[in-house]
């Protein structure tokens, strides 16, 4: 079975410019997380969705946006990147949200730079 | 202030050994607690949930106190394989939905 499956793996922009990310959760899972990891640090969480809603959002300004699709898959967009943008962008699914006591499974991320 | 507090360290030690982790959460309405690893260059991967009894899982052990708001870690008889970041990890509801909070993570590598 394929696990959650992240693409693309390595991305390079340019400041101001925008950025889709997919993500495609595990056969059967209905929850999509996203979080943002930077270099030493922990990831941090950026949005939940479950059943097309979004479920959550982290302290992430309004250039941050996502939607989930009814095959369950989901975009990442962020606009105007800004050189502090450059980070592991991380997808995670579960068959639950995150509200309930549920194992995660991530993907192995996109790699974006912004130079 | 950090939601979610962790020793960064690198925390070296020798093959054998025993290793605690202790991690501190600010939100006293957290609901669920998590250790994850995560090794260099790769995804986070599920350790061990957390539960208010404490669990152990074989050379694991976590530990829960709601009233210090205090997780920790305990692994016993460290393997060379046991080297990765491990990664304390709370669910917490605020006005915008739940959350996973993740803490900057502690750095465990284990010698021969």
């Not at chain 1, 969480?45 to 095959?71: C, L, V, W």
């Not at chain 2, 070296?12 to 991690?23: D, H, K, L, Y």
């Not at chain 2, 309405?29 to 957390?50: H, I, N, T």
């Not at chain 2, 210090?68 to 939905?97: F, H, M, P, W």
Request: proline content about 5%; glycine content about 8%; hydrophobic content about 30%.
């Amino acid at each position: 079975d394929a696990g959650v499956t992240q693409s693309p793996t390595h991305l390079i922009k340019t400041r101001g410019q925008h950025v889709t990310l997919r993500c495609s959760p595990i056969s059967g899972h209905k929850s999509v997380s996203w979080y943002q990891q930077v270099l030493g640090q922990g990831p941090q969480f950026i949005f939940q969705y479950y059943e097309k809603e979004e479920r959550g959002r982290g302290n992430f300004p309004d250039r941050f946006s996502a939607r989930q699709f009814p095959n369950y898959s989901s975009e990442l967009n962020v606009n105007a990147l800004l050189l502090g943008d450059s980070a592991l962008y991380l997808c995670a699914s579960s068959f639950a949200p995150i509200a309930t006591n549920e194992k995660l499974f991530f993907g192995s991320g996109t790699q974006l730079s912004v130079l | 202030r950090k939601e979610v507090e962790q020793d960064p360290g690198p925390f070296n030690v020798p093959e054998g050994a025993t290793v605690a982790f202790n991690c501190t959460y600010s939100n006293s309405a957290s609901q669920s607690f998590f250790w994850y690893r995560q090794d260099c260059r790769k995804e986070p991967k599920l350790l061990m949930s957390v539960y208010s009894s404490g669990n152990e899982d074989g050379r694991f052990t976590a530990q829960l106190n709601r009233a210090s708001q205090y997780i920790s870690l305990l692994i016993r008889d460290s393997k060379l394989s046991d080297s990765a970041t491990y990664l304390c990890v709370v669910n917490e509801i605020s006005n915008s939905g739940y959350a996973l909070n993740f803490g900057k993570g502690t750095s465990l590598l284990v010698t021969p």
